[in-house]
């Protein structure tokens, strides 16, 4: 669909944005999530949390990441949830983004949702 690409450093294919020189970056996501309840188990997404991550090296646990929670409310299936801030990486590491699902309900990313990096400096 739209999309604006400008630069090296973003793979279309992969979602990785990979640091084409050492420095600080700013990151941000917009994730669009459609929650559908199972009806046959009587799951509901209400109250439920998911939280939205950008992490370096794939590694949320280990590195320096950005992160969101939300919580999911009633009354519509469509969430909007954004994530913004600055990690430093060395040339050649790359940031994506993750959502983690402890909603227990499907969960679908839907078009519209973005991913943006910027250096900012060395």
Request: include cysteine; charge should be positive; glycine fraction near 10%.
């Amino acid at each position: 669909e739209r999309m604006f690409h400008r630069g090296l450093g973003l793979n279309l294919t992969s979602g990785q944005y990979t640091a084409p020189i050492t420095g600080y970056y700013t990151f941000t996501a917009t994730v669009r999530i459609v929650c559908r309840e199972q009806r046959r188990k009587m799951q509901s997404c209400r109250g439920n949390r998911l939280r939205v991550l950008i992490c370096v090296q794939s590694q949320c646990q280990h590195n320096s990441n950005l992160e969101t929670m939300f919580q999911l409310e009633s009354g519509t299936d469509l969430f909007t949830i954004s994530v913004t801030g600055v990690l430093y990486l060395q040339a050649g590491q790359y940031a994506s983004v993750f959502v983690d699902n402890a909603a227990g309900s499907p969960l679908t990313v839907q078009s519209g949702s973005d991913f943006s990096a910027v250096l900012l400096g060395v």
